[in-house]
T-cell receptor, first 115, second 113 residues
C-alpha cells in the first residue's frame, strides 16, 4: 500500500517563525501536492510538484514556498508564519497520467496553530 | 472559474438506511471524478471513482452516479453503518494528465444508531 507520512500531527508556532512541514511518500510517485483544509472551504491547493526540483503554484500560494530536492520528499515552508495560516495541512502524492492514476494518496495531516 | 460543490454540508441518516450524497460540478470538460472519505483525525481516503464515459459504477456498498447532462455526481451508500460517519468529498479532474484534482467543500455524514 502507498504510504504518505507527514512529520508532525500537531504543531504550535509563534507569529513570525519559519515553519517547515515535511512529507514523505514511499511509492515512487512523481506528483506531490500540498493542501490546506479549513471548515467550509474544503481542500485548497497550495503548491504541487511534478518532479524533483519542479514546483507549480496552486490556488493559494501566497505566504508559502516549497522544496522538492528528492523524489520522495516534498516540503512546505511558511517563511513567516501568521495567524491566518492556522489550519490543517494535507500532503498527497500520485502517479502521473489520467484515469485511475489521478487518485491522490493522502497523509494524515498536520494541524498547525500559529499564536 | 471551476468549482465542485456539494449540496448539503451535513446529512444525518439512521443506521441501516441508504445515504445519498450529492455533488455538482461546473466544468463539462472534466473526465474523471473521485469520491473521498475523511474520518476524524485522518487524511482523505479513496472510495470510488468514475470516468466521464460511464453513468454508473458500483463498489462494495457504494455506487457512484454521473449525470453529465446536468453536471451532477452522487454517492450512494447502502445500509449505512456507524463506521460510515465521516466527511465525504467529491473531486474532479479539470483536464487530463495534469494530476490535479479540484475538491468540493465536503458533506458530513452522521449515522444515528
Amino acid at each position: 500500500d502507498v504510504k504518505v507520512t507527514q512529520s508532525s500531527r500537531y504543531l504550535v508556532k509563534r507569529t513570525g517563525e519559519k515553519v517547515f512541514l515535511e512529507c514523505v511518500q514511499d511509492m515512487d510517485h512523481e506528483n506531490m501536492f500540498w493542501y490546506r483544509q479549513d471548515p467550509g472551504l474544503g481542500l485548497r491547493l497550495i503548491y504541487f510538484s511534478y518532479d524533483v526540483k519542479m514546483k507549480e503554484k496552486g490556488d493559494i500560494p501566497e505566504g508559502y514556498s516549497v522544496s522538492r530536492e528528492k523524489k520522495e520528499r516534498f516540503s512546505l515552508i511558511l517563511e513567516s508564519a501568521s495567524t491566518n495560516q492556522t489550519s490543517m495541512y494535507l500532503c498527497a502524492s500520485s502517479l502521473p497520467g489520467s484515469g485511475r492514476y489521478n487518485e491522490q494518496f493522502f497523509g494524515p495531516g498536520t494541524r498547525l496553530t500559529v499564536l | 472559474g471551476e468549482s465542485v460543490g456539494l449540496h448539503l454540508p451535513t446529512l444525518s441518516v439512521q443506521e441501516g438506511d441508504n445515504s445519498i450524497i450529492n455533488c455538482a460540478y461546473s466544468n463539462s470538460a472534466s473526465d474523471y471524478f473521485i469520491w473521498y472519505k475523511q474520518e476524524s483525525g485522518k487524511g482523505p481516503q479513496f472510495i470510488i471513482d468514475i470516468r466521464s464515459n460511464m453513468d454508473k459504477r458500483q463498489g462494495q456498498r457504494v455506487t457512484v452516479l454521473l449525470n453529465k447532462t446536468v453536471k451532477h455526481l452522487s454517492l450512494q451508500i447502502a445500509a449505512t453503518q456507524p463506521g460510515d460517519s465521516a466527511v465525504y468529498f467529491c473531486a474532479e479532474t479539470p483536464s487530463s494528465n495534469t494530476g490535479k484534482l479540484i475538491f468540493g467543500q465536503g458533506t458530513t455524514l452522521q449515522v444515528k444508531p
